[in-house]
């Protein structure tokens, strides 16, 4: 499966951004789905994710509460609703696909066979 982050861009403190990761070649509705992200001369560290139904998610400690995480497997996509940002939310932005399904979505990413791309955040102070 072919994965696309969208959705990126710059912000202001406080504002939001909805991002939005699309597959292609396969459907994503069998695979529970993550959100990492990388900041400059940082380590990659998970976001949030979503297990394939949609009915649990998992989310980092910093943004629990402000992010959402959410699928329409009808239209192949998982999105990532970021609001109240903060600059130290600025990072590259990915999304990853795990295809083997758990009741609670895995936080680890070497459980993420399948990644995207990559999506800028920028939030300004």
């Known amino acids: 499966v072919q994965l696309q982050a969208s959705g990126g861009g710059l912000v202001q403190a406080g504002g939001s951004l909805r991002l939005s990761c699309g597959a292609s070649g396969r459907t994503l509705s069998g695979y529970a789905v993550g959100w990492f992200r990388q900041a400059p001369g940082k380590e990659r560290e998970f976001v949030a994710a979503i297990n394939w139904l949609g009915a649990t998610t998992n989310y980092e400690d910093s943004v629990q509460g402000r992010f959402t995480i959410s699928r329409d497997n009808a239209k192949n996509t998982v999105y990532l609703q970021m609001d109240s940002l903060k600059p130290e939310d600025t990072a590259v932005y990915y999304c990853?696909?795990?295809?083997?399904?758990?009741?609670?979505?895995?936080?680890?990413?070497?459980?993420?066979?399948?990644w995207g791309q990559g999506t800028q955040v920028t939030v300004s102070s």
């Open positions: 990853a696909a795990d295809r083997d399904n758990y009741p609670t979505p895995r936080v680890g990413q070497n459980e993420y066979e399948y």
